[in-house]
Each structure stands twice: as C-alpha cells, then as structure tokens.
C-alpha cells in the first residue's frame, strides 16, 4: 500500500469554507501523495469557481482542480481524469457510491463532533509548537470522551478514532488489511488537526493501539505501521484504567480481556520509556486527573 505513489480525488462544491471542508483538505493532501480536486460549479453559485479555486490553491497548492458541472457523471469524470484513484475522499458516506463507479478505494472522513467547540478565532497555531496529549488503553475505558472533554476544556481541536471511523463506513465489517488504512488515516487526520489546534492536540489513540491490536487479533502487525509508530512524538500519554463498566459495542471484541489489554499497554509505554500518567476512578476524577497532568506539562514547557 505505501510503497507506490498514491492519487486521491475529492469531488466536491466547496461553496462555503467549513471547518470540515478544510479538515477534508488537509486530510487528503496529508494521505494521498497527489491529490485531485473535481470542483463542481453550476451557473447559480454565488461563489464563483475561480474564487474558490484560490482558496484551494492557497489551502493546498500542490493539488490538480479541474472545473465539473453538477450533472458530470463518473465516465466523463474519469476522461477529464485520465486515470483511476487510488482513493476517493468523502466526508461521511457520501462519496462512497462514486468511489465504487470509479474503482477506487473509498476513505472515509468524519470530524464534525471535533471541530465543533473550537473557537475559530483562536486556531492555527504552528504545528511544531504544539503540545501532543495521546489518550490511550483498552477499549471501552472512556478514551472517546475524556479526549473530547479534554479538547472542550482547553478550548481546542482533537483527532477522533479513526479506526472507527472506517469501521462504521464498512458495516462494521474488520479485516486486517484494514489496519494499514487505519494507520494512514490516523496519520492524515493528526497532520490536519494540527492545523487547526490551539496550543495542545488531543489525539484519541495512535499508531501504538494499532500494532497491539493487529498482534491481537491476527497475531501480526504490518511492518510499515510498527515503522510509523516508532515515529510518533506525544509530550504526555492518559493511559485509562479498566475500573469502569464494560458498554457493549458492535467495534468491541475484549469484554473479559481488558486487564490483560492494559497491561499490554503499560508495557508497550514502559518499553519505549514514554511519559505517561494512568487515568482511574470515577468519570469526574478521571476528567480532572487529565487536566491536572495536561496543565502539568504546559507548566513544564513554560518554565
């Protein structure tokens, strides 16, 4: 998967600059190594195609845009094209169906529970500047939530799970192969938050959380991934206890392994001599456990 040159298509109106629209951006041209842009414009948009096609260029300037009426189907599409992607960007489901008439892999993005609490004044602070926090640990242990409250309180942006994000675009259905499109996505996702954030990104899981679970379930991990998470940089990770109730879930699959999951977290933590605070105890406590580690470390980079 990764050692070809990769294309990726959005075909999109791109008639109002969204938060999701520059995460849907940013995302693709981080996952795709050459990324192509079908711009639908029709006679009545109040935005012309070439303003929006500066805003493009200035968001990502290496992309290709080519200019498509609302009524251009997927064969015409392709001749304007040229050739298949590899990829086709949708936010939520919708491009799935153009992704299968094209022949391509559909890729999934869906961000709009973490830019939703972000106040937009505040954000694009320099990547290289931030402070990373990963929330990480056994499955449902409250990783999800406390990662969004984290993000609330601090007043910034956070990168969703996006395992299961791909998961629920396939019916829940998992194949190992899935992984390596897992660790791409996590990888895309974190590169276009950051752009977005305020002074701390909050990532729900990383690259580690997925080597353990390929390990798991299928007894091996992709290479390439154990590569990408030896290349990982957090300045804190919450490492969630299993001393909450088990929620059932169809993306669940350890309800009696959680001990023995958390301690292979710890270890994996412990093996790469990674900063970590474990996070326990009842919601409330947990919560405010992680905003006294995270102000911790924000004190640390200010002395």
Known sequence: MN?????????????????????????????ADKLFIALIESENDLVTG???????????????IVLIQPETNSQQLLELLGFIPDFVFGIAKNS????AELGAHFI??????????????????????????????????????????????????FVPEYARTYIDSNNNELKQTDFNYFARGHIASEKAFARQANRLLFSDTDLIITTIWSDWLYGSCSPWIKEQAEKQNYDLYLLTDVDVPWVADPQRYLPNERQSFLKRCQDELEKRNLPYVQIKGTWEERLQKAITAVMSIMHSRNT
């Open 108 to 157: 999934p993005i869906d961000c709009e529970q973490s830019i939703a609490n972000i106040d937009s004044t505040v954000i694009g602070q320099d990547p290289l500047t931030l402070q990373r926090v990963c929330i990480f640990g056994p499955e449902s242990t409250g990783k999800s939530t406390l990662t969004a409250n984290l993000a609330k309180h601090f007043n910034t942006v």
């Open 50 to 64: 070439n303003q929006r096609i500066q805003w493009l260029k200035a968001r990502c300037p290496d992309a290709q």
């Open 96 to 99: 799935k169906g153009l992704a």
């Open 3 to 31: 050692q070809e040159p990769k294309t990726g298509l959005i075909r999109e109106s791109f008639l109002s600059q969204q938060n999701s629209h520059v995460y849907l951006v940013d995302f693709a041209q981080s996952y």
